[in-house]
Nanobody, 122 residues
Framework: QVQLVESGGGVAQAGPPLRLSCAAS????????MGWFRQAPGNERELVAA????????DYANSVKGRFTIPRDNAKSTLYLQLNSLKPEDTAVYYC???????????????WGQGTQVTVSS
């Protein structure tokens, strides 16, 4: 059974970096496309960033391009989300998700973590 556990959230000031981690177990992590999603109150869940396992390409939401990165460490079965230049509008619950599909649509992610809250104060 695949399990994803996020950590690293909390209250942050606008500006300084924050790093989220997602530890995976129960799957061949290196063959999973992994993504970070977020959901703010009253908003739909949105894809923040994704890292495809085949080819290693990444995608970012326009709102985070140039500020966030999505490195992964296959040896540690861990996905990260590096959040730089944080803004109050980045406040949300952040979820990691995974799927063996290489180019999944949002609804095709099979496994989800429980989420971690990120609150950015101005």
């Amino acid at each position: 059974q695949v399990q994803l556990v996020e950590s690293g959230g909390g209250v942050a000031q606008a500006g300084p970096p924050l790093r989220l981690s997602c530890a995976a177990s129960g799957a061949t992590f290196s063959r999973y496309t992994m993504g970070w999603f977020r959901q703010a109150p009253g908003n739909e869940r949105e894809l923040v960033a994704a890292f495809r396992w085949l080819g290693g390409s990444t995608d970012y939401a326009n709102s985070v391009k140039g500020r966030f990165t999505i490195p992964r460490d296959n040896a540690k079965s861990t996905l990260y989300l590096q959040l730089n230049s944080l803004k109050p509008e980045d406040t949300a619950v952040y979820y990691c998700a995974g799927t063996p599909k290489n180019t999944p649509r949002l609804y095709e992610y099979d496994y989800w973590g429980q989420g971690t809250q990120v609150t950015v104060s101005s």
